[in-house]
């Protein structure tokens, strides 16, 4: 597909503008600060831009705010004390310094013990709980992909879970392929779902465009509501840096 990008000043906004082969202009306001994109199509003059971007001005100002005021965790130091999150479920960490192989273990919906040798850095504490969001992620999202799959008629061809620095997950259409944000480990398991549904929706509607609107409203008639308790929790310090 055809593509032009570019950044335009619109009323002191800095806004990206992607211009694709689509029909109609779709405006967006994204975590974790606010940045305005807009896909338009690729006839479409700045002018047109500009006056859509004014005449959604209250509307982008709104979300900004919302994004503005989100919790922040501060630099993780990976000390006991700390709070980590695990499906939506807050947790002090421990650290417990042995020579027993390391490992995470969460107690009572309260700790979260992080058994590591004795001198470890911050970044092997780190990698660590990593690779346990990594393994917890991927046993739960097979079960949502085969519901899916089953209710939309469409199969996956290939998924994986990796750090993304400004999207919960992204498709590609073309290869059937799925991948989905590690952070997702720290939200509660139907902001897991929506996006998994989100995502494989792309392959019935490549755009965000009303049919795909209408897809998302027949199958999960709350992913609205769904998809503010997703931006309304704690941003990860570390992914959101952009």
């Known amino acids: 597909m055809n593509t032009d ?18 029909k109609n202009l779709h405006l967006g306001v994204y975590p974790p600060n606010g940045r305005v994109r807009i896909a338009a199509p690729l006839s479409l003059s700045n002018d047109a831009v ?11 100002k709104r979300h900004q705010s919302k994004f503005k005021e989100q919790l922040r965790q501060s630099m993780r ?5 700390e709070s980590h999150y695990f ?6 960490l421990r650290v417990i ?13 309260a700790s979260m013990d992080l058994s590591i040798r004795k001198a470890s850095s911050t970044e092997e504490r780190e990698q660590v709980l990593l690779r346990w969001y990594r393994t917890q992620l991927k046993a739960l999202i097979p079960p949502i992909l085969d519901k899916w ?26 290869a059937r392929r799925i991948w989905l944000n590690l952070e997702l480990a720290k939200k509660p398991v139907q902001c897991l779902e929506y996006i998994i549904l989100h ?9 965000h465009n009303d049919r795909f609107t209408a897809y998302m409203d027949k199958f999960m008639p709350r992913w609205r509501q769904i998809r503010e308790i997703l931006n309304k929790g704690p941003l990860g310090h570390e992914i959101w840096n952009y």
Do not use: F
């Not at 570019?6 to 211009?19: K, Y």
């Not at 500009?50 to 982008?60: D, E, Q, S, T």
């Not at 990796?162 to 992204?170: D, E, H, I």
């Not at 995502?199 to 755009?207: A, D, F």
């Open 149 to 174: 799959q089953s209710m939309l008629g469409v199969k996956v061809a290939e998924w994986g879970v990796k750090k993304m620095k400004t999207k919960w997950g992204s498709c590609n259409p073309i």
């Open 199 to 207: 995502e494989m929706i792309h392959l019935l509607e490549r755009h």
């Open 87 to 92: 499906l939506g479920q807050r947790y002090r």
């Open 77 to 81: 130091e990976m000390v006991s004390g």
């Open 50 to 60: 500009r006056l859509a971007v004014i005449g959604k001005l209250g509307w982008i």
């Open 5 to 22: 990008r570019q950044v335009i000043n619109i009323s002191g906004l800095s806004v990206e503008v992607v211009r694709k082969d689509i």
């Open 97 to 109: 310094e042995n020579n027993w192989p390391a490992k995470v273990t969460l107690r009572r919906n």
